[in-house]
């Protein structure tokens, strides 16, 4: 459901999702696949969070397969950490399974994405006007409405999630300074009539 299925995407099942489905172990994840490896103290600082917290929030990462050891970075008794995947997807069937605690998880990992989502669209927002100008020009917040099938609807989900994997690692922009990471939100949903 959030990112396309590819090698790099970790498909969430039941118990990964459970280990998963802690605001903090998110925003844990969400830094180490965004901002690269680092330790829990790092982490800690950067999040707001004790030391003691986020060490033991990202052991049950380790345990849950999300996270592992950044050996290459490590210096003395530091330990880094590093995310596994670049991706996560959430099979819809969770969202209707029979154990309420799973369906639980679903729902809280959904919300949690939807919130880190809209955090990242208010930051951007926010400091718009420290960016070059070509990147105001360049950025985009706009929503159409249509009127589709279930099948439609999956078609064109499908269709964007193509089109923003060929622009995915171009090697192009590896040495291009104006490149930078470009955050890419997707949602499509029925709307609520009366």
Known sequence: ?????????????????????????????????????????????????????????????????FVEDAPERCKGRERWWKAVHRGLRLDDALLQDENPEVRGAAALYLHEAATTQMRDLS??????????????????????????????????????????DEYRDLPATEDDPQATRVRIHTHAFPLATD
């Open 1 to 65: 459901m959030n990112e396309p299925q590819n090698s790099q995407v970790r498909e969430l099942d039941a118990r990964s999702l459970r280990g998963l489905a802690h605001p903090l172990r998110m925003r844990l994840l969400d830094s180490l696949r965004f901002d690269g490896p680092a330790t829990a103290s790092q982490l800690a600082q950067k999040l707001g969070e004790s030391s003691g917290s986020t060490s033991y929030h990202l052991r049950q990462l380790a345990a849950h397969g």
């Open 123 to 164: 930051t951007w927002l926010g400091n718009r006007h420290t960016l070059p100008e070509e990147w105001n020009h360049a950025g985009d917040m706009s929503s159409a409405t249509l009127r589709l099938t279930p099948e439609l609807t999956r078609e064109l989900v499908l269709k964007m999630h193509a089109l923003i």
